[in-house]
């Protein structure tokens, strides 16, 4: 448990800067070396990172990024600013970003705290098996959402298979045989 005491605090309605879109995800930079040493701070740090994160992203579009969650802290204070990110021309390739302060602008003061030790932490942190399910071999997703699986099916024997018999399905008999057949079948027709 942590509790943080706000020193001053600006409304992001007192800044001139267009909001991001709902839902978009900030970028988040923790700056100080309280937040690397301190057991404290680092837990602050991982609180401020978990409340921020929102879903996981394999990439991101620097047209996306559209907001900057900047916490910075001296070891007693933690000064929160948010951040619109604006892409101006440069002279290369990729843009010019430039920072402006959209709010809002917080600072916190560390209060009181009481924190779990670091092995009652680890365990309440161990997410269990059932959440990370077991990769399935040979199954995909596509972008819809339909799985799609492979089948490995060995050799098929088609011609021991009992199937309806059809002239032009039957093979056709081998030149000694067909040429052998019709004497032998008239020399038995002239018998009877």
């Not at 992001?12 to 100080?32: D, T, Y």
Request: proline share 7%; with cysteine.
């Amino acid at each position: 448990m942590v509790e943080l005491k706000i020193t001053s605090f600006t409304p992001s309605s007192e800044f001139n800067v267009p909001k991001p879109v709902l839902g978009s995800k900030p970028c988040i930079v923790l700056e100080g070396t309280a937040f690397e040493t301190d057991p404290t701070m680092k837990r602050v740090g991982s609180m401020f990172v978990d409340w921020f994160q929102g879903p996981k992203l394999d990439q991101v579009r620097l047209q996306g990024l559209e907001s900057v969650a900047y916490l910075s802290t001296d070891g007693e204070t933690i000064s929160l600013r948010v951040y619109r990110t604006v892409l101006l021309k440069s002279n290369t390739t990729t843009p010019r970003v430039e920072l402006r302060l959209m709010g809002p602008a917080i600072d916190f003061k560390l209060d009181r705290k009481k924190l779990a030790d670091d092995a009652l932490f680890k365990t309440a942190c161990k997410q269990p098996k059932e959440l990370n399910p077991k990769r399935r071999k040979n199954t995909s997703e596509d972008v819809m959402g339909n799985q799609l699986a492979r089948i490995h099916i060995g050799k098929q024997r088609t011609d021991e298979i009992q199937t309806r018999k059809v002239k032009a399905l039957r093979k056709p008999k081998p030149a000694k045989e067909a040429a052998a057949a019709p004497p032998a079948a008239a020399a038995e027709a002239m018998e009877e």
